[in-house]
């Protein structure tokens, strides 16, 4: 019995010795990084320049792993399952860790499932309309649209997309009654508004700037906190009316909970180092993106305020995923 327990205690030990050294020394092998959405679209693009960088930076080849479906909970499930040992990682986004459980029966939690890396990026969205509708600002808009009830619609790039939460949240907070037009992706809906066949939708600046500057469409308002310096003269939603009016979104890396203190400090870094580098800086940014790294304990925190948020939005606007 003496001689068991002397045996289990050395077993024991000696896990714990190798867990140990299976930490100090990752990464031994290549990383999967998930991407919650389909091949060449925009987050793809981003996720595919960070792994670039990523494998420079930690040591290991970063390969990406395309999951879309069900707006990026596909990608999140497999995550969330995986072992928690780093060499699983995902591109995580607001839509996929604070929105999706508004909408979807999730097999995963978004706060206990999860070790959070860093957050890459923040983002804003710009609301644009076609240029022949009779109004220029966001307080025209809601006078037209209090006038004329049910005659706006909105399009958005699907149902529970930001784009879609952020007409919704002006739409209860302004009091109006439009209509929601859903489309398989931005592109297809910022060619509505252009063609005339909607009235406004939310996208992100790097997509809507070009047809801003032509003149196909016209930007109204900012949903960020302060203005963008690509389009300084657009006032931000707050600002033209809506007090406290703030739709920021982010992307960033996490991984499956349990992933060992010294190996998430070790991937926080790597991804902060290949962040850092100019050429990458230059790129996120030149997608509309600002940069903006912080702590795995500040990221959860983060999702944790934006659930609520988000989860309130949903609730509020009685939006169901069609």
Sequence with gaps: MLLRIIALFFCAISLSLSKVSTAQDFPTKPIRLLVPFAAGGPIDLLSRTIANKL?????????????????????ADATARSA??????????????????????????????????????????VLVANPKLPFKTIPELIAYARANPGKLNYGSSGHGSTAHLAAELLKSTAGIDVQHVAYKGSAAALSEVMAGNINYVFDIISTALPQIQSGAVRALGWTG????????????????????????????????????????????????????????????????YAIDLIEPAAFYALVKTDLAKWGKVVRDGNIKVE
């Design 55 to 75: 494998t420079d930076t930690i040591g290991q080849s970063v390969i990406v792993e395309n999951r879309p479906g069900a707006g990026g909970s596909i990608a």
């Design 225 to 288: 906190v302060t203005r963008s310096s690509l389009i300084p003269n657009v006032p931000t939603i707050a600002e033209a009316g809506l007090p406290g009016f703030d739709i920021t979104g982010w992307v960033g890396i996490a991984g499956p909970s349990g992933i060992p203190a010294n190996v998430l400090q070790r991937l926080h870094a790597s991804v902060s180092a290949a962040i850092k580098d100019a050429d990458l800086r230059g790129r996120i940014m030149g997608q509309g």
């Design 84 to 125: 928690p040992d780093g060499y699983t990682i995902m591109l995580v986004t607001v839509g996929t860790q604070a929105i999706n459980p508004a909408l979807y029966k999730l097999k995963y939690d978004s706060l206990q499932d999860f070790s959070y890396i860093t957050t890459i990026g923040t983002y804003s969205l």
